[in-house]
């Protein structure tokens, strides 16, 4: 009965794991599809109407009216003595006084409750976005603390029960302390289904507010901006705009109306009927006339009347004030209550993280020692590890709980992105998990193993959309990377997750026959964690009549499972006649039909010219390129000015927070020593590259690229400097 919730949880989390990126901005699209935006709409739409009926009955009126009797006439001689009587009037008449103030007074509340009402429909929008945010970071912390969770019971599932069982077997495990390894696997376990509630319950949620359907996703945190401990409340709050609206209304009447309790009017009346008596019996004649009148009407008192309105709207004003007075003074002690709450988080997080950093320090001390000495050190590396991943549980929570606060905080203040970001940025998931998969992996080998070489990590922590210190390489040799003995079981002195790779003529056609090796090594890589991309490289195609060429080859490699095709085809290179612009243009064309066929997501490389307008003939490259359908710019920006790289790359993710983005560097030897780092020693390029890691950081930024992988592999293994 155990065998189908476990093969439901493991298809929710292969789907998750292959799940699409959703950055939160692209939920905020979806905005105005909110059930409680929706509902502020309508109402604003009903006080509209009403407004205009209001509007509408002011001024003028038209009444009328036919009547008939029957009467007598004691002057008139039988047999005419008595008479049908009918008559029709219709008149006109106009509000003064009382009655026209009375017309303005229904206006103005309309208006009012119209003004109301938009105030809510912007606190709505505003409170739907921040709901959305909410959600999204629980489903974000949801999915953080089940992939902790599901490492760490892999250490279950790989052999640690065994273990401790024929320790304790042998004497040499306490039973005491048997049952509590057990028990806090159990827990574990308890815990992975309750983070899978949260989780869908947080998806649901996402789906009911963008009012779509909502799949599984690989959510992205976003920066958070710096709150200051000084940061000024925001006064536009719903409660105290709609609190001044009611006042200026009552103010607005108390100023306006002079005749509180008097109706009048001036009016216009015509009126038609036979003429009575009849002058003869054989024939009715008509008779018309009109009249104009003024009307009133007051109570006899009348003084009293207006002296009790008068005093009822001074004390309807009093307590208004008053009441915007008691709100204004809670919504600043909830600020403030949150504003403190939040600076607790943010100190508790710096604690969270040297306890973390303590953890992984004490696994790292277990397992040295386990190495060297017997008795209980595998209990107490066992012990390490359970309290890592509560320690790392922990920082999850914090750091979600912190992220809430913040968006609570923002109902009552604007951020500026210029204020500057959290000092506590994300440690990323893949460096969190680390210690449990090195714990996983050497109780798999059964044996006191070294540890692995460690590898050159250009960045330790960071977003979890950025970079983890892996990079991504251009490589235009295929045969001889796929050919290259031991390639995944080499430890590199940099570790590489994702190849583009590119295909000559003769490849493309043979995998297009008989995809069968292209897919096992698509396999393996994806085995070992490696993304591989289908790199397209010839500036030729980016001409209309050669672009048929590039559509074919999309076609003809669809069925292969590569994770994207990246475009490496750079209008500069091109060998033709066509002005800067026009070459601009037919990219921007062959993109576009490229994006059209493509079953891969699809990135370009770019030269860094083109993240401006002034420098690319007034086109925003960028914008085109994300509307044709690019996921990804490769920025190929070869200098060793960092100051320069950082502000032109950084400028571009600001202002397309939409667009990834990642920094091509080259080890090419054909490039002159201000453009590669092949003249530099290995020292150099390790350094610079952990800083553009370290700067770049931020949602949208997938990391680095280098030019290319046999280059790479040379620098690294033949470099003398």
Same mark, same amino acid.
């Given at each position: 009965m155990r065998v189908f919730p476990l093969l439901m949880l493991f298809l929710m989390l292969t789907a998750n794991a292959a799940a699409e990126v959703k950055t939160l901005t692209e939920f905020y699209t979806h905005l105005e599809q909110a059930a409680t935006v929706l509902k502020a709409k309508a109402d604003l739409e009903a006080q509209r109407s009403n407004l205009h009926v209001q509007e509408a009955q002011k001024g003028w009126e038209v009444f009328g009216g036919i009547s008939a009797g029957y009467q007598k006439s004691p002057f008139a001689r039988e047999p005419f003595g008595h008479f049908f009587d009918p008559i029709g009037r219709i008149g006109v008449r106009y509000p003064l006084l009382g009655s026209a103030e009375r017309q303005q007074r229904a206006i103005d509340d309309a208006a009012t409750q119209v003004k109301i009402e938009d105030v809510r429909l912007d606190w709505s929008k505003r409170l739907a976005r921040l709901f959305m945010e909410e959600n999204y970071a629980a489903y974000w912390s949801a999915l953080k603390m089940l992939a902790l969770t599901e490492a760490y019971l892999r250490l279950r599932d790989d052999g640690v029960i065994?273990?401790?069982?024929?320790?304790?077997?042998?004497?040499?495990?306490?039973?005491?302390?048997?049952?509590?390894?057990?028990?806090?696997?159990?827990?574990?376990?308890?815990?992975?289904i309750e983070f899978g509630n949260n989780r869908d319950q947080a998806l649901i949620r996402l789906g009911y507010l963008t009012n779509s359907e909502m799949r599984p996703f690989e959510p992205v945190k976003p920066v958070l901006y710096a709150i200051d401990s000084n940061a000024p409340i925001d006064i536009e709050q719903l409660d105290l705009k709609i609190l001044q609206a009611r006042i200026e209304n009552i103010q607005k009447t108390k100023e306006t109306e002079n005749w509180r309790g008097i109706d009048s009017d001036v009016n216009a009346t015509a009126f038609g009927g036979p003429a009575i008596p009849h002058p003869s019996p054989e024939s009715m004649q008509m008779g018309y006339g009109g009249a104009v009148g003024f009307n009133f009407r007051m109570p006899i008192e009348i003084m009293s009347v207006r002296k009790n309105e008068e005093s009822r709207l001074n004390s309807l004003l009093i307590s208004l004030r008053a009441d915007y007075t008691h709100r204004d003074q809670e919504l600043q002690h909830e600020f403030r209550a949150l504003l403190?709450?939040?600076?607790? %988080?943010? $100190?508790? @997080?710096?604690?969270?993280?040297?306890?973390?950093?303590?953890?992984?320090?004490? &696994?790292?001390?277990? =397992? #040295?020692?386990?190495?060297?000495?017997?008795?209980?050190?595998?209990?107490?590396?066992?012990?390490?590890?359970?309290?890592?991943?509560?320690?790392?549980?922990?920082?999850?929570?914090?750091?979600?709980?912190?992220?809430?606060?913040?968006?609570? %905080?923002? $109902?009552? @203040?604007?951020?500026?992105?210029?204020?500057?970001?959290?000092?506590?940025?994300? &440690?990323?998931?893949? =460096? #969190?998990?680390?210690?449990?998969?090195?714990?996983?992996?050497?109780?798999?080998?059964?044996?006191?193993?070294?540890?692995?070489?460690?590898?050159?990590s250009f960045s330790a922590t960071g977003n979890a959309a950025a970079s983890s210190g892996r990079v991504a390489v251009y490589v235009w040799n295929f045969d001889k990377l796929s050919t290259q003995p031991g390639l995944w079981e080499k430890n590199q002195t940099i570790e590489i997750d994702r190849f583009l790779i590119s295909l000559d003529q003769q490849q493309i056609a043979k995998f297009a026959a008989n995809p069968a090796l292209l897919k096992k090594f698509l396999t393996e890589a994806h085995r070992r964690g490696k993304k591989v991309e289908l790199l397209l490289g010839d500036p030729d195609w980016i001409l209309p009549e050669q672009r048929e060429k590039l559509l074919m080859i999309v076609k003809k490699l669809s069925n292969i499972n590569f994770d994207g095709l990246h475009l490496d085809i750079e209008p500069d290179q091109l060998e033709s006649d066509l002005p800067g612009k026009a070459r601009l243009e037919e990219l921007i064309e062959t993109v576009?039909?490229?994006?059209?066929?493509?079953?891969?997501?699809?990135?370009?490389?770019?030269?860094?010219?083109?993240?401006?307008?002034a420098a690319s003939f007034d086109i925003c490259v960028p914008c085109e390129l994300k509307a044709k359908g690019v996921k990804e710019i490769t920025v190929m920006y070869y200098a060793m000015n960092l100051t320069n790289i950082v502000t032109a790359l950084k400028s571009a993710m600001n202002q397309y927070p939409d667009l990834s983005f990642s920094l091509a560097q080259s080890l090419e030897s054909e490039l002159g020593p201000e453009n590669s780092y092949v003249h530099k020693p290995q020292s150099i390029f390790i350094h610079a590259m952990k800083q553009l890691q370290d700067q770049l950081r931020a949602p949208n930024f997938t990391g680095l690229v280098i030019q290319s992988w046999q280059d790479l592999v040379s620098y690294l293994h033949e470099n003398t400097l």
């Open positions: 065994s273990i401790l069982h024929k320790r304790r077997e042998a004497g040499l495990l306490f039973t005491s302390d048997y049952l509590e390894f057990l028990s806090a696997f159990d827990r574990a376990e308890r815990s992975q403190s709450s939040y600076q607790q %988080l943010a $100190q508790q @997080i710096k604690f969270q993280h040297t306890r973390l950093e303590a953890a992984r320090e004490l &696994i790292r001390e277990r =397992h #040295l020692r386990l190495k060297i000495l017997d008795g209980d050190v595998i209990e107490k590396y066992f012990q390490a590890v359970n309290t890592y991943y509560r320690i790392a549980i922990e920082n999850v929570e914090t750091e979600s709980e912190q992220w809430k606060l913040h968006i609570r %905080l923002r $109902q009552f @203040i604007t951020l500026l992105e210029g204020k500057g970001r959290d000092i506590h940025p994300e &440690i990323n998931l893949s =460096h #969190l998990t680390d210690p449990l998969h090195q714990a996983a992996a050497f109780l798999v080998s059964g044996e006191k193993t070294k540890a692995a070489p460690k590898r050159t576009r039909q490229v994006s059209a066929v493509s079953p891969w997501p699809v990135g370009a490389s770019i030269h860094p010219r083109y993240l401006t307008k």
